[in-house]
């Protein structure tokens, strides 16, 4: 019975497991072997130059360090606060305030909205010459205030972080489902023992959704590892390397003809999200069975 079975579970994963091998396996496994070629398309050269890509991308390249520290910092504040931000709303919500629903729905529209799209809006807003943002500050008196915010090297890494930073919807949905779904009785015992509102929220529904806010960050590591449209349409990465993140880099790279130094930084990308998932996983627990 259990190969007869057998049979029929391989039949069903196979088309499933090709084409992982296919989009997936195959090309992650060219990611890392052209990393050590120097691989251009015109004039076409694929030439063996070992680990010569990495040593340059570590210790020649300039520009490097302080993208990959863009990088790290964006993935830093979008695990912790983004997702904090996320988190206590959903605990409001928890509590059933007057037109909770509505704050559910409506805080998550940002979220369904194409990157490009939120990207053109706030480069309407932080416009040096028409924007809303200007445009208050002029109209508060506060015209000392006013700045091209996307385009200055002191105001452009915060302007663009603000893009996407107040916009936890995942978070807060995916949480608060969670919370909701939570046996009553738990809390009703803790009211028994005489636990305040803090203590339950802290000692009771917080061990309850630890798994799922060790999701929801996950979540936010990989929308930071591949973040790209954002940068792309409002400030193309500068001023100089001051919003440049290592996707929009390796784009960059890719486009002046250099591939194989490209798919080093690839590796790279790779290797910070894989060690970013595993830290996130064991921080949480999320190894561990219930």
């Given at each position: 019975?259990?190969?007869?079975?057998?049979g029929?579970?391989?039949l069903?994963?196979?088309p499933?497991?090709?084409l992982f091998?296919?989009?997936?396996?195959?090309?992650l496994v060219?990611v890392f072997v052209?990393s050590l070629?120097?691989?251009r398309?015109?004039?076409?050269?694929?030439?063996f130059v070992?680990?010569s890509?990495?040593v340059?991308?570590?210790?020649?390249?300039?520009?490097?360090?302080?993208?990959?520290?863009?990088?790290?910092?964006?993935?830093?504040i979008h695990?912790?606060f983004?997702?904090?931000?996320?988190?206590?709303?959903?605990?409001i919500?928890?509590?059933?305030?007057?037109?909770w629903?509505f704050?559910r729905?409506?805080?998550m529209i940002?979220?369904?909205?194409?990157?490009?799209?939120i990207?053109?809006i706030?480069?309407?807003l932080?416009?040096?010459?028409s924007?809303?943002?200007?445009?208050?500050?002029?109209l508060v008196?506060?015209?000392?205030?006013?700045?091209?915010?996307?385009?200055?090297?002191a105001?452009?890494?915060?302007?663009?972080?603000l893009t996407w930073?107040?916009f936890a919807?995942y978070t807060?949905?995916?949480?608060l489902?969670?919370?909701?779904s939570?046996d009553e009785s738990l809390?009703?015992?803790?009211?028994?023992?005489?636990a305040?509102?803090?203590?339950i929220?802290?000692l009771v529904?917080?061990?309850v959704v630890?798994?799922?806010?060790?999701t929801?960050v996950?979540?936010?590591a990989?929308y930071?590892?591949?973040?790209?449209?954002?940068?792309?349409i409002?400030?193309?990465?500068?001023?100089?390397t001051?919003?440049t993140?290592l996707?929009?880099?390796?784009y960059?790279?890719?486009?002046?003809?250099?591939y194989g130094?490209?798919?080093?930084i690839?590796?790279?990308?790779?290797?910070?999200?894989?060690i970013?998932?595993?830290?996130?996983?064991k921080i949480?627990?999320m190894?561990?069975?219930?």
């Amino acid at each position: 019975m259990k190969q007869k079975n057998g049979g029929w579970i391989a039949l069903f994963l196979a088309p499933a497991c090709i084409l992982f091998i296919l989009i997936f396996a195959i090309p992650l496994v060219m990611v890392f072997v052209t990393s050590l070629f120097d691989y251009r398309l015109l004039p076409r050269t694929f030439t063996f130059v070992g680990f010569s890509n990495f040593v340059q991308l570590f210790t020649e390249d300039n520009r490097f360090w302080p993208i990959f520290g863009n990088t790290v910092k964006w993935l830093f504040i979008h695990c912790i606060f983004h997702v904090t931000l996320g988190t206590l709303l959903a605990f409001i919500l928890y509590k059933k305030p007057r037109g909770w629903k509505f704050v559910r729905v409506t805080y998550m529209i940002p979220n369904i909205i194409s990157q490009s799209a939120i990207a053109m809006i706030f480069l309407n807003l932080y416009n040096a010459q028409s924007g809303a943002v200007n445009s208050f500050l002029k109209l508060v008196g506060l015209e000392s205030l006013q700045h091209n915010w996307l385009f200055e090297t002191a105001t452009a890494f915060p302007s663009v972080t603000l893009t996407w930073f107040l916009f936890a919807g995942y978070t807060t949905t995916l949480v608060l489902a969670q919370l909701l779904s939570t046996d009553e009785s738990l809390i009703e015992a803790a009211e028994i023992d005489g636990a305040t509102s803090f203590q339950i929220d802290r000692l009771v529904m917080f061990p309850v959704v630890k798994k799922m806010i060790g999701t929801t960050v996950i979540m936010a590591a990989t929308y930071m590892l591949q973040l790209f449209s954002m940068l792309y349409i409002t400030t193309g990465g500068g001023p100089g390397t001051v919003t440049t993140n290592l996707p929009l880099y390796l784009y960059t790279t890719m486009k002046a003809n250099n591939y194989g130094y490209a798919n080093t930084i690839g590796v790279v990308i790779i290797l910070l999200g894989f060690i970013t998932m595993t830290l996130i996983r064991k921080i949480f627990g999320m190894n561990k069975e219930d």
